[in-house]
């Protein structure tokens, strides 16, 4: 199971409760590719809930020090 960290060649973001954007990462859990997929932030704080992540804007940066490393 590979772990992805862009969706159609794009980032992922998140943002939290506290208005900190997380990089996202996940993979498809079954077959086929769009059946299943779980995203969590890079940090491993935060499971993301289905449909609030997000491909960013130009003016959107990841601000979570643990995602960025």
């Known amino acids: 199971m590979a772990t992805l960290t862009q969706l159609d060649g ?26 299943t997929l779980l995203l969590w932030t890079r940090c ?6 289905a449909n609030t992540a997000f491909h960013p804007n130009v003016s959107d940066a990841v601000t ?3 995602c960025q490393t």
């Open 10 to 35: 794009k980032p992922v973001l998140w943002e939290d409760a506290l208005g900190v954007f997380h990089a996202a990462e996940g993979c498809y859990v079954s077959p086929p590719r769009d059946l």
């Open 64 to 66: 979570c020090p643990y």
């Open 44 to 49: 491993g704080q935060h499971d993301i809930p």
